[in-house]
């Protein structure tokens, strides 16, 4: 089974040698995705934001690999601080909003301190 690299016209931030995705026979891995600046360049500020730039990310590279948020299968998500998971979870519910995919959330320090969430996900997609 080839594995076919999904996104890789994408530039990857800071230079981070990654490719947004990968597919392998049905499965489609999507590296962690981020949100400190909008399309154009610029900073974005606070959870809520950031959560949902990274979800738009994910979702046009679902899109280019042929699959949607319902075929997500897990998902795991980064966080550098705890008090920023009810802000997250309330902008991820308008992203998956049925059957939600099993998921882990964990407290931890990202590559840059702006950074605020990174949300990696495996879809299945035949």
Partial sequence: M?????GG???AYHGSPVSPAAKAGGFIFLSGQIGPLDDS???LEGIEAQTR??????????????ATFNDVVKVTIFLTHSRNFE???????KYFTQDYP???TLIASLTHP???????????KP
């Fill in 2 to 6: 080839p594995k076919q690299i999904i």
């Fill in 9 to 11: 016209a994408q530039a």
């Fill in 41 to 43: 360049g610029k900073p």
């Fill in 53 to 66: 730039q990274a979800l738009e990310k994910m979702k046009r590279v679902l899109n280019e690999a042929g």
């Fill in 87 to 93: 802000k997250m979870n309330e902008v991820y519910k």
């Fill in 102 to 104: 099993p998921r882990s």
């Fill in 114 to 124: 702006e950074m605020l969430v990174e949300i990696e996900a495996i879809a299945y």
